[in-house]
């Protein structure tokens, strides 16, 4: 017992030392949290702006106001400030309808005079062809130009346009925003009271109706007009003095579409002149719109919100592009009454393309992906790192159906922009990165969009291609708006999850398993080769032999985790391990029982019989029941090849490695083979004081608990240690090599070692009768000659040569031959009266 432990304490110091040798190093992708910082900071800093610009002019109108509003010549100081003193596109609207835009992508500024709609009445039996009321509004009427050729037209409104139509004569009454609507006299503390009364705002009555076209009533608009600046910020349309590039500075001529210059002198009685005749209030004008900011929706929220809003993403009036308005509102305060009077907003616009333009630069030609997408469902597309329009061109008659043509004209004539959920981004299967944004978002929905923790989309889940996304969430928030902003980065495949033609590990593993194949293999043969000297028959050579065997071709079984990892090699990994495992285990155990049996009936002097025949039969149900097992695992809980990501420490990987649906597999061939283990070791131990001429009780005692050992701390590292797929591969190969290897030279050495000490023991036998004969022919020929002293002196001679001859002979018989040799049927007869 004493050896054994000593075999176990060097075992465990191997297999640790082993372990610790295994390749351990897990590639995987760092996580670069550093991506969404950088994108939040962008889109933090690039949504300020439109922050900045309207607070300082609010603080611009809080200081001096606007002289004269927008008419009356404040249009030309206004339109002066904001081209010096604002950087980015800025719009001052109105309760009065009056409107002021200075943009840069349309080389100039938007101006709209204020007044409301007026109506057309056809005359048919008089001298003039139509009335309109009210009649100041008239001027308006031909203001109108078209953008193409410079033609006059007239500011006629379109069928189910908007227009602003005056209630009480836009009396004052309390806005809709919630403080403004509270009942004060209601609020019992009069501080409290006070504040109430502050926080209320007035607002002019008017409504919003939908022109119906008639016959004999039409209506008309007061046209918003695009007119060009020079250097200066000034309205203007001489040659070669209009800026042409806000940018650069450069100049050039102010023209319509079709290169005809602009040279515009209608004349009227227009606000801008303060109410007398004059021809250059449209000046410069080189297109016309019908345009009113109080029915756009960003102004409508906010006259409703009364704070800090972002509209929700629209189409621009404008361009048509997709974007988003920022707005905060402007007061006065009524003299005559000390009331707050919400006098219009301040706005500034934010284009998504700038946006996805920023992505599209910093990332469309890396690995990373990002994805912006609003909080509030359908969760619309606000800008991605590849460029995908946030938008597409539906039939204005029919939004379910796409657009039919790619032509720009016929697409603004018979199409519209509509927003594009996330959740409905590749539909038609065009663009892989539009799959994975679609499928990462499902993911992050699933999980509440962590913050902290990293997301998984796994290659199989994609259904395309063999590459799994890790995810990190962000939340950006500022007053109203609330986006997800997600920053995804593909994994490496680990290549250590499959060990493959090249890799250190595929060696390692090949050469481990070929060494124990090939030491097994060939101690078998050695052991084959003297099964007719009496040590080997002692040692039942036949299950000895199919023990070596079964271990050689358990040395196989960790080839065949070499490999790709699919549904196939997964089953046949499981088959191979535990088959070649129980196949080399039961001549090992029916051998121990056998023993057990027989020494059991010896000491209870009854006669049985055991044939090895019969001992081959009892490892049938062995194999048998695992054979069972095997079988209605593979179609009931069958191994399959699982895609596995992960993190940690902020490594993300992605793997493909055999799993189960449940343990229930693993613990039912945990147990049986504990059982055989187990029961095996138990019956080594009983039998453990049998002299070893008649068994090898000692060695299956030894190849017992080595197993049970090997196997132990092999299943510990693999269950409970974490490491990659290509250590577990290489300790199960140290695992098998070790146990089989070792048993097998406990097994075949001590009886090849006791062949060995036979032999040598047999020819100093042969060589002592060589002796004696020699000198009995000497007595002979002294008898011969009659020579009596030497008569006495050989005989005395030869009696001692004699007798040591006899007692060695004697010795060596009972060294090199047992008092009895059992015969292949195993008669306990025959072993009792041997130990007589």
């Given amino acids: 017992m004493m050896r054994m432990s000593c075999w176990a304490l060097c075992s465990c110091r191997l297999v640790l030392l082993l372990f610790l040798l295994l390749p351990s190093s897990l590639r995987a992708t760092e996580f670069n949290t550093e991506v969404m910082a950088r994108v939040q900071e962008f889109v933090a800093n690039f949504m300020q702006l439109p922050l900045d610009s309207t607070l300082r002019t609010v603080r611009y109108h809080d200081l001096i106001g606007f002289p004269r509003d927008l008419g009356a010549l404040g249009r030309d100081f206004n339109t002066r400030w904001l081209f010096f003193e604002v950087p980015n596109q800025l719009m001052i609207a109105l309760e009065d309808g009056s409107f002021l835009w200075l943009v840069n992508d349309f080389r100039g500024v938007a101006y709209r005079e204020p007044g409301n709609s007026y109506a057309i009445t056809m005359n048919a039996n008089s001298s003039k062809a139509f009335t309109v009321s009210p009649p100041e509004m008239e001027k308006y009427w031909q203001a109108c130009v078209d953008a193409e050729t410079g033609a006059p037209q007239t500011c006629q409104k379109k069928e189910g346009s908007l227009y602003v139509q005056c209630a009480h004569d836009c009396a004052l009454e309390r806005c809709p925003d919630a403080d403004s609507q509270r009942n004060c006299s209601l609020v019992p503390d009069l501080t409290e009271r006070r504040r109430c009364q502050g926080g209320i705002t007035w607002c002019p009555q008017y409504t919003i109706e939908k022109y119906n076209d008639t016959t004999t009533t039409i209506r008309g608009f007061v046209p918003r007009t695009k007119q060009c600046l020079n250097a200066s910020g000034m309205i203007d349309q ?34 801008y002149c303060r109410g007398e005749v004059c021809n250059t209030t449209f ?58 009077v919400f006098k219009g907003v301040i706005a500034a616009n934010y284009y998504l393309k700038d946006l996805s333009g920023f992505l599209t630069t910093q990332y469309n030609q890396t690995d990373k992906l990002v994805m912006i997408v609003e909080g509030k469902e359908p969760n619309n597309i606000i800008a991605t790192s590849t460029g995908t329009f946030p938008h597409s061109w539906v039939l204005r008659a029919n939004a379910s159906v796409s657009c039919p043509t790619t032509d720009q004209v016929e697409r603004r004539s018979l199409c519209q922009r509509k927003r594009v959920p996330i959740l409905e981004l590749n539909n038609n299967g065009l663009d892989d990165a539009d799959l994975v944004f679609r499928r990462v978002f499902e993911e992050q929905k699933a999980r509440d969009f962590p913050l902290t923790d990293l997301v998984y989309l796994k290659a199989t889940e994609l259904q395309q291609g063999d590459t799994a996304y890790a995810s990190q969430g962000g939340l950006f928030e500022h007053a109203n708006v609330k986006w997800h902003v997600f920053v995804i980065l593909p994994l490496e495949r680990q290549p250590t999850d499959a060990a493959m033609p090249g890799d250190p590990v595929f060696a390692a593993v090949t050469v481990l398993s070929t060494v124990g194949f090939a030491t097994c293999l060939v101690l078998c043969f050695l052991f084959l080769g003297h099964r007719k000297e009496t040590a080997v028959i002692m040692a039942d050579w036949r299950f000895t032999c199919l023990y070596l065997i079964g271990c050689s071709v358990l040395n196989l079984a960790p080839l065949t985790m070499l490999g790709e990892s699919t549904d196939e090699t997964c089953l046949l990994r499981g088959w191979a391990f535990n088959m070649a495992f129980v196949c080399a285990l039961s001549p090992l155990y029916v051998k121990v029982w056998r023993m057990f049996k027989l020494l059991k009936a010896s000491a209870g002097f009854k006669r049985v019989n055991v044939t090895n025949f019969q001992a081959l039969l009892y490892t049938l149900p062995i194999i048998c029941i695992e054979t069972v097992i095997l079988f209605v695992f593979s179609f009931v809980d069958p191994p399959l090849a699982v895609e596995l990501v992960g993190v940690g420490n902020g490594l993300g990987a992605q793997s493909i490695t055999c799993t189960r649906m449940t343990d229930a597999f693993f613990w039912t061939q945990v147990a049986y083979h504990a059982f055989l283990v187990l029961t095996g070791c138990i019956l080594a131990f009983l039998t453990r004081n049998l002299h070893p001429k008649y068994g090898e009780a000692k060695q299956l005692a030894f190849t017992m608990y080595n197993t049970a050992f090997t196997g132990v701390i092999t299943a510990v590292l693999l269950e409970f240690v974490e490491m990659d797929q290509s250590s577990r591969i290489v300790l199960c190969a140290i695992g098998v090599l070790w146990g089989t290897v070792l048993s097998a030279f406990a097994f075949v050495l001590p009886r090849l070692l006791q062949v060995a000490d036979t032999k040598k023991m047999v020819h100093a036998r042969r060589r002592l009768m060589d002796v004696s004969e020699g000198n009995q022919q000497v007595l002979m020929s002294q008898m011969a000659f009659g020579n009596k002293s030497s008569l006495y002196q050989g005989t005395s001679s030869s009696v001692a040569f004699a007798a040591s001859a006899s007692f060695l002979r004697e010795a060596s018989d009972r060294e090199s031959a047992p008092p009895f040799v059992p015969p292949e049927d195993g008669d306990q007869s025959k072993m009792q009266e041997a130990n007589d």
Wanted: one cysteine or more; hydrophobic letters at 25%; aromatic letters at 16%.
């Fill in 238 to 271: 001489r040659p070669g003095n209009v800026l042409a590039n806000y940018e650069t500075g450069e100049l050039g001529d102010c023209l319509f579409r079709d290169g005809t210059p602009v040279s515009r002198t209608l004349a009227g009685d227009y606000e």
């Fill in 283 to 340: 000046s410069g004008g080189y297109e016309t719109q019908d345009y009113d900011p109080r029915f756009r929706s960003w102004y409508v929220t906010q006259k409703n919100t009364q704070d800090m809003v972002w509209s929700a993403p629209y189409a621009f009036f404008t361009t048509g592009e997709f974007g988003m308005t920022f707005t905060r509102p402007l007061y006065h305060r009524d003299r005559s009454d000390g009331k707050t």
